[in-house]
């Protein structure tokens, strides 16, 4: 009897890369559940119109490259990329803001430095720099969440809509009126304008660790990367490096002068520092590989994340410290490289 | 009793293993009945290359009438191995012949048309006990038994030994941990020839001098402990240990299992015995103890039969020549799910193109199975690192993929390439669905192949060198007789010309530079 030949191991695959990356939109559904509830259907039509220019980029160049479309759209990296470009914007954004980052992301920062697995950059993170730098007024319209106690203006459904296709507002509001800013603006303003702390934190913006709203979704969102440990999608090196770069520096220089420095929590809760340890990060293609290399990478973007909050011009600094970090990946990879079995731990490199 | 000597052993003070994983193991179905003893086929094809190293020479002729256990071809150089007939009959052929270790193509073989009378060879030597022979005899004899390592790798034991004899090895492995999923030959042999193992690795002890014997067992095999236990307090032999490991695959490769019994490491491109150990598989020293204790060279061995492919999966005791579509149909055939034979185990064994190869010394498993995984499914490396997780060896095989994919053989050696056992972990947990092993193995060849061209090239750059060298010097000397020969003619008086001239018409040949000859 002939048979047919294959390849050595004659095993089923326990897993792909589509299921990993349909893991994590699962883990992330928590976050936008609450980022929903504090800030409005924005977030729903952010995504929709990411989703629907990174998968548009996605074809548009897989097909210009030669390869088929389906390969590529079938891992579901693109609604990864576009679900944190979406967390990354403000709530209320125009639909040409979204998709400028969504195709420079898929479009330049991914095919255009070689597609899937060869890229440096983190996609998502290089979009929404992109849009920072180029549309600063409208990636500053940050509004307030919604808590009772503060005025909050939610729009429905419709205004929404109106405001991401169109670009304008409601005739009954400005955008003054509604704009406020994040916990993490209220901080850096307020340690320029010389605000002790008490001050600051008598906003009620500001909540008990990060900001009002800011930290259930930052709840939630560790909800979401715990269940992504547990699966054994991520390992546990990058999250804790992230975490612990923000927190230990944060945590001694609060120590040093209280007056003066946030604490850390404040710094763990506001932002995108849970998202970006768990989700932002972990992205394998732009992370580094071995486990010391892991711990190197995460706690040097915890550490930037601090500093450009703390030192820098930028309330945020997530994004860049992630491409900062990303730049500096093949070197961490080459220097943390474990020593192979039967190799002496001396062997020049 | 028995239990208190498993336990005797306990696992706390193995080594650590870096990575692997949990495999499924297979193994009830083919476990679930005894043995079976296959008949002696109508034909037997031996092949000349059942071992590593040079292959066996035929010293039987086409038409030859042989008998069991004859020798009918001699090992050939330094590392090679005899071959043995496996029953008695005649030689029909000498010819190429589909072989597993080919994946189905032909290779030399030597084909009898056995007569069913299943004569045995008067022996040579007569069997003596072993200990009075001296180890150098003892290790020439077992050179002449054909006995290969069945574990898998058919390294010639005898050579085996005698390289671990110039070394102050201390201790026995054997190794009965059979990590791979589906194969339980070994199982099956310690459950029923335990004292043939046992007795057979106190041959290889008394050989080599050795104080120290473990016997390796994975903990999903309670009935082989309980029987290895059993017969090793009947032996009273102290130096035997019995060492329960856990059900990690791949802690049976050689490197490893020396890392888990004694936490020691082999060195890069080394082997156990440069930290003191010699592994053989339990397999191995039962044929050992047949041969040197019984008389019977390497002619049958247990193979595992198994896979939804096959109807009753077994094991079986054939005859090392007998074909696999005979193994199988003794077994009771086919079912309707035989997509691919495989040879070995599930994660390294060979996917064979036809069941016309026979049943040699390496063939540990027959496995039948439908295919598990689409062809081509192949997306681009995420670089999630779970490959380095699980390699045993600690090596990143994310960046071997690259640099293989690159053909950058700097790079592969510089990461360990080499050391990589083909254990298939990395494969087995890629999201990418890469065919990491296939990948490594042909980069592997290529850097063989690589290392191969540079020496050619440093051959030829040396022959071109002496020979720019020999011209050089040639040249020298052709210029310093003309200088004489022209010094000659100037002091030289008239006569002499003359008697030049005179020379040169005869032999028409002018007093300048000899042609060069022809190229060497």
């Avoid at chain 1, 979009?127 to 007024?137: D, N, S």
């Avoid at chain 2, 706390?12 to 476990?31: A, I, N, Q």
């Avoid at chain 2, 298939?424 to 690589?450: N, T, W, Y």
């Avoid at chain 2, 005179?502 to 190229?519: A, L």
Wanted: glycine fraction near 8%.
């Amino acid at each position: 009897m002939e048979f047919e030949r294959r390849e050595a191991p004659y095993v089923r695959p326990p897993t792909s890369v589509g299921a990993m990356m349909r893991e994590v939109l699962y883990a992330l559904i928590p976050a936008a559940l609450a980022y929903v509830w504090f800030f409005g259907f924005g977030f729903i039509l952010n995504l929709l119109v990411a989703a629907m220019f990174c998968v548009i980029g996605e074809a548009l160049m897989t097909h210009l490259r030669g390869r088929p479309p389906e390969a590529a759209l079938s891992d579901f990296t693109a609604i990864v990329t576009a679900a944190l470009i979406a967390f990354s914007l403000p709530a209320l954004c125009p639909w040409w803001v979204t998709a400028t980052a969504s195709l420079f992301a898929i479009v330049v920062a991914k095919h255009l430095y070689g597609g899937m697995g060869y890229n440096i950059f983190n996609p998502a993170m290089a979009g929404y720099v992109v849009v920072l730098v180029t549309f600063p007024t409208y990636m500053n319209f940050w509004t307030a969440p919604r808590i009772g106690d503060i005025d909050y203006h939610f729009l429905n459904l419709y205004e929404t809509a109106r405001y991401t296709l169109t670009g304008s507002l409601p005739d009954y509001l400005t955008f003054d009126a509604i704009s406020r800013a994040t916990p993490l603006d209220t901080v850096k303003s307020g340690l320029q304008n010389m605000l002790t702390f008490d001050e600051m934190y008598s906003n009620p913006l500001m909540g008990d660790f990060g900001g009002r709203g800011w930290e259930w979704i930052g709840n939630f969102t560790a909800i979401g990367g715990a269940w992504l440990l547990l699966r054994k999608i991520i390992r546990w090196h990058i999250p804790v490096a992230v975490l612990a770069g923000v927190l230990v520096p944060s945590g001694v220089m609060y120590f040093l002068d209280t007056g003066v420095h946030a604490s850390p929590g404040f710094y763990l809760f506001s932002g995108g520092t849970i998202l970006c340890a768990f989700f932002i990060a972990t992205d394998p293609v732009t992370a580094a590989t071995s486990p010391r290399g892991r711990l190197v990478y995460g706690v040097g973007i915890g550490v930037l994340i601090y500093a450009i909050r703390r030192w820098g011009s930028y309330a945020d600094g997530v994004a860049f410290a992630v491409l900062l970090m990303n730049m500096a990946r093949p070197a961490i990879d080459y220097v943390t490289r474990p020593r192979i079995v039967g190799h002496a731990k001396t062997e020049a490199r | 009793m028995s239990d208190s000597a498993v336990r005797a052993a306990p696992t706390f003070d193995l080594g650590e293993l870096h990575g692997g994983v949990r495999l499924p193991g297979e193994k009830e179905k083919s476990t679930s009945r005894a043995i079976q003893v296959v008949p002696v086929p109508h034909q037997l094809v031996l092949p000349l290359t059942q071992h590593s190293g040079n292959p066996a020479h035929p010293v039987v002729g086409i038409g030859e009438k042989v008998l069991k256990g004859q020798l009918i071809a001699d090992s050939d150089g330094v590392l090679s191995a005899p071959v043995h007939a496996s029953s008695s009959g005649k030689v029909v052929a000498i010819e190429p012949w589909p072989v597993s270790r080919r994946y189905g193509d032909p290779a030399p073989c030597i084909i009898i048309e056995c007569d069913g009378r299943d004569e045995a060879v008067e022996l040579a030597e007569p069997v003596v006990p072993y200990e009075t022979l001296p180890p150098e005899t003892l290790l020439q004899k077992i050179l002449q038994g054909g006995i290969v390592g069945l574990g898998g790798a058919v390294f010639p034991t005898a050579q085996k030994l005698m390289q671990a004899s110039t070394l102050p090895v201390e201790n026995l492995l054997l190794n009965g941990v059979e990590c791979e999923p589906y194969i339980s030959c070994d199982d099956m042999l310690m459950r029923e020839q335990a004292l043939a193992v046992l007795k057979g690795a106190q041959v290889l002890m008394y050989a080599l001098g050795l104080q120290k014997c473990y016997v390796a067992i994975e903990s999903d095999k309670p009935e082989a402990l309980h029987k290895v236990a059993d017969v090793l307090s009947e032996l009273k032999d102290e130096r035997i240990v019995l060492k329960p490991v856990p059900t990690i695959y791949p802690s049976g490769g050689e490197d490893q299992l020396v890392q888990l019994i004694t936490n020691r490491e082999v060195p890069s491109g080394g082997l156990p015995t440069d930290v003191g150990c010699l592994v053989q598989n339990v397999g191995t020293a039962a044929a050992v103890y047949r041969w040197i204790c019984e008389g019977e060279p390497l002619i049958s061995r247990v193979t595992t039969v198994t896979g939804d492919g096959v109807t009753m999966p077994m094991n079986v005791l054939a005859r090392i020549g007998t074909t696999v579509a005979d193994v199988v149909a003794f077994t009771g055939g086919y079912t309707d799910r035989a997509e691919q034979l495989i040879i070995g185990g599930q994660m390294m064994g060979k996917s064979v193109t036809t069941d016309r190869v026979p049943l040699v010394k390496a063939t540990n498993c027959i496995l039948v199975m439908s295919h598990l995984t689409p062809p081509l499914d192949e997306r681009p490396c995420i670089r999630c690192g779970e490959c380095a997780v699980v390699c045993p060896v600690v090596l990143q095989p994310q960046e071997l993929y690259w640099f293989a994919c690159a053909d950058d053989e700097v790079k592969l050696r510089e990461h360990g390439l080499i050391d990589c056992i083909e254990c298939g972990c990395c494969d087995l947990v890629c999201p990418s669905h890469i065919a990491l092993m296939a990948s490594f193995r042909q980069a592997k060849a290529r850097i063989h192949e690589l290392a191969d061209e540079k020496a050619r090239a440093e051959r030829a750059r040396r022959r071109f060198e002496a020979r720019t060298l020999r011209r050089e010097i040639e040249e020298q000397k052709r210029e310093e007789d003309l200088a004489e020969q022209k010094r000659a003619a100037i002091t030289a008086g008239p006569k002499e010309i003359q008697e030049m001239v005179e020379r040169s018409k005869q032999k028409k040949r002018p007093i300048s530079r000899t042609k060069k000859g022809p190229e060497d």
